[in-house]
């Protein structure tokens, strides 16, 4: 079965900087496109990044400059290195990938964004 555990989340004060990592079993890892996403309060869930199997990368616009998404196919691994932290970042941050055509999301790890 297809499972996606988040970690890394934590309080930061802005400008800081923290790295989240995805772990990923029961898919064929280096041929699927997998993404962050994140849903702070009262928002909707947004794309913050995806890494797609050719290593290609698609970054929002708010996060561009900041954050780096990278994978590692050995370790079946996802990660989101976040610099320069905004309060704006604060929300509850998803691992994502399609499988089969079906949506798989991790439970998601907090990040709070705060002095």
């Known amino acids: 079965q297809v499972q996606l555990v988040e970690s890394g989340g934590g309080l930061v004060q802005p400008g800081g900087s923290l790295r989240l990592s995805c772990a990923a079993s029961g898919i064929i890892f280096s041929i699927r496109a997998m993404a962050w996403y994140r849903q702070g309060s009262g928002n909707q869930r947004e794309l913050v990044a995806r890494i797609n199997s050719d290593d290609s990368i698609t970054y929002a616009d708010s996060v561009k400059g900041r954050f780096t998404i990278s994978r590692d196919n050995a370790k079946n691994t996802v990660s989101l290195q976040m610099n320069s932290l905004k309060s704006e970042d604060t929300a509850v941050y998803y691992c994502?990938?399609?499988?089969?055509?079906?949506?798989?999301w991790g439970k998601g790890t907090l990040v709070t964004v705060s002095s």
């Open positions: 994502n990938t399609v499988h089969f055509g079906m949506q798989y």
